[in-house]
């Protein structure tokens, strides 16, 4: 009696840690499955408030001599530039922006006070990086044609400057001593896709204006070339910047004269990049599945060797293989059913939790949003695990069938 009570004990312990196993690997494949869709929506959804297809080009020292211009040279982009591109490139391009970065300068309302970067910019700007209008309007035509002074606050300058709760739209500051009506409020919607060119802590202003009050004639630091979306930028960035090179006479082959970014290689690299994580999800979500299953395997062949006896007495009595067949793959489907669906909620649950924690402190700016487990991978997932299960439990029915009634009778 004690050995079959020691024999139960065995069998069932190994059964809970098997079961462990196969609940533990159904709810990681849940949750890194949802985590990567999390990263999707949070990492490359923000993406699509960035467009995607242009260039960024700033002017730096030049490398080589080219017609009659010596190496070491600096130059700059001018307003005519910004025009030049837009009828040379006229059926292909979607937008120009021109941009100028100006240092810290003192900005005043009232009893509030502070120290921000002034930016001018073009109405264009609002499409070429990341930003949403939150109060008011942005930048527009008429304003850059009379040198309006006007201007955009971006978030951060709004939250130190006024109340909360307060649209500061048609309010009055001081840029340098100098009156500006406050147009509207900017927000940055892409913190990690344009870290360098965050508009929250910044004021912008129009180009002209920023020109003109700042003495910077018709220069430009940088400007942002945009095409249509049948032009990929990945194709036409050489053209562009070629016919930039030819304008200021610079060598074709003097690439050090240009600091370029191209946007939409980068979110190809970051496609890639996400792509990778996909995979290593799911290798680590099957893999940990699988260890589940062998461990289902193992523990019914120690099963079926502890229990030839048994089976014996079964065979002896007129038991047809189908029976033995169906009663271990009984076993295996109940083991795995149990504790996969068990794994499979407890998942979903963390999940649940995890998405319930993001939204109460959701920001612009987080890299993981909305996690989810997909429907059809959960229940595809699921059902893997279940013929999976099935699986595994072929090895112990062989060795079960191998078993002769007269052997397992004679066995101690």
Same mark, same amino acid.
């Given at each position: 009696?004690?050995?079959?009570?020691?024999?139960?004990?065995?069998?069932?312990?190994?059964?809970?840690?098997?079961?462990?196993?196969?609940?533990?690997?159904?709810?990681?494949?849940?949750?890194?499955?949802?985590?990567?869709?999390?990263?999707?929506?949070?990492?490359?959804?923000?993406?699509?408030?960035?467009?995607?297809?242009?260039?960024?080009?700033?002017?730096?020292?030049?490398?080589?001599?080219?017609?009659?211009?010596?190496?070491?040279?600096?130059?700059?982009?001018?307003?005519?530039?910004?025009?030049?591109?837009?009828?040379?490139?006229?059926?292909?391009?979607?937008?120009?922006?021109?941009?100028?970065?100006? /240092?810290?300068?003192?900005?005043? *309302?009232?009893? %509030?006070?502070?120290? $921000?970067? +002034?930016? @001018? !910019?073009?109405?264009?700007?609002?499409?070429?990086?990341?930003?949403?209008?939150?109060?008011?309007?942005?930048?527009?035509?008429?304003?850059?044609?009379?040198?309006?002074?006007?201007?955009?606050?971006?978030?951060?300058?709004?939250?130190?400057?006024?109340?909360?709760?307060? /649209?500061?739209?048609?309010?009055? *500051?001081?840029? %340098?001593?100098?009156? $500006?009506? +406050?147009? @509207? !409020?900017?927000?940055?919607?892409?913190?990690?896709?344009?870290?360098?060119?965050?508009?929250?802590?910044?004021?912008?202003?129009?180009?002209?204006?920023?020109?003109?009050?700042?003495?910077?004639?018709?220069?430009?630091?940088?400007?942002?070339?945009?095409?249509?979306?049948?032009?990929?930028?990945?194709?036409?960035?050489?053209?562009?910047?070629?016919?930039?090179?030819?304008?200021?006479?610079?060598?074709?082959?003097?690439?050090?004269?240009?600091?370029?970014?191209?946007?939409?290689?980068?979110?190809?690299?970051?496609?890639?990049?996400?792509?990778?994580?996909?995979?290593?999800?799911?290798?680590?979500?099957?893999?940990?599945?699988?260890?589940?299953?062998?461990?289902?395997?193992?523990?019914?062949?120690?099963?079926?060797?502890?229990?030839?006896?048994?089976?014996?007495?079964?065979?002896?009595?007129?038991?047809?293989?189908?029976?033995?067949?169906?009663?271990?793959?009984?076993?295996?489907?109940?083991?795995?059913?149990?504790?996969?669906?068990?794994?499979?909620?407890?998942?979903?649950?963390?999940?649940?939790?995890?998405?319930?924690?993001?939204?109460?402190?959701?920001?612009?700016?987080?890299?993981?949003?909305?996690?989810?487990?997909?429907?059809?991978?959960?229940?595809?997932?699921?059902?893997?695990?279940?013929?999976?299960?099935?699986?595994?439990?072929?090895?112990?029915?062989?060795?079960?069938?191998?078993?002769?009634?007269?052997?397992?009778?004679?066995?101690?």
């Amino acid at each position: 009696m004690r050995d079959i009570l020691q024999n139960i004990m065995r069998q069932k312990t190994r059964s809970l840690l098997t079961g462990f196993g196969v609940f533990w690997g159904m709810f990681m494949m849940v949750v890194l499955l949802s985590v990567n869709k999390g990263v999707e929506q949070g990492f490359v959804g923000r993406s699509v408030s960035m467009s995607g297809n242009n260039i960024e080009i700033e002017p730096q020292p030049t490398t080589m001599n080219y017609k009659g211009m010596k190496r070491d040279r600096i130059w700059h982009l001018r307003n005519s530039d910004i025009d030049a591109v837009r009828r040379q490139f006229a059926d292909k391009i979607s937008y120009v922006s021109g941009i100028n970065f100006e /240092d810290y300068s003192n900005v005043a *309302i009232g009893k %509030r006070s502070g120290s $921000y970067i +002034i930016q @001018g !910019v073009t109405p264009e700007y609002l499409v070429s990086i990341p930003q949403r209008v939150i109060y008011g309007r942005y930048i527009n035509t008429i304003d850059i044609q009379r040198k309006r002074k006007v201007c955009v606050i971006g978030e951060d300058v709004y939250k130190q400057l006024f109340d909360s709760n307060t /649209d500061p739209c048609g309010q009055t *500051i001081t840029i %340098r001593d100098i009156p $500006y009506t +406050i147009a @509207g !409020v900017a927000k940055c919607t892409n913190r990690q896709f344009a870290e360098d060119l965050n508009v929250s802590p910044v004021i912008q202003m129009p180009l002209t204006t920023c020109q003109s009050i700042f003495g910077r004639n018709n220069d430009i630091d940088l400007i942002t070339v945009g095409m249509k979306d049948m032009y990929p930028m990945t194709e036409w960035d050489k053209p562009v910047i070629s016919f930039i090179k030819e304008r200021h006479k610079i060598h074709p082959a003097d690439d050090e004269a240009l600091k370029v970014y191209n946007t939409a290689q980068y979110q190809e690299e970051v496609a890639m990049a996400t792509m990778g994580l996909t995979i290593l999800c799911w290798l680590v979500g099957i893999g940990t599945l699988l260890a589940g299953l062998i461990g289902i395997s193992n523990v019914m062949q120690v099963s079926v060797k502890e229990r030839t006896k048994e089976i014996g007495i079964y065979r002896a009595l007129g038991a047809s293989p189908r029976v033995i067949i169906r009663q271990i793959l009984t076993e295996c489907l109940v083991l795995a059913l149990t504790t996969g669906f068990l794994g499979m909620i407890a998942g979903l649950s963390a999940v649940s939790a995890l998405r319930s924690s993001l939204a109460a402190g959701a920001t612009d700016d987080d890299m993981l949003t909305n996690p989810y487990a997909p429907f059809l991978i959960t229940i595809i997932s699921f059902i893997i695990l279940v013929g999976g299960a099935v699986a595994a439990g072929w090895r112990p029915v062989k060795q079960a069938m191998k078993i002769k009634a007269i052997d397992a009778l004679r066995q101690e």
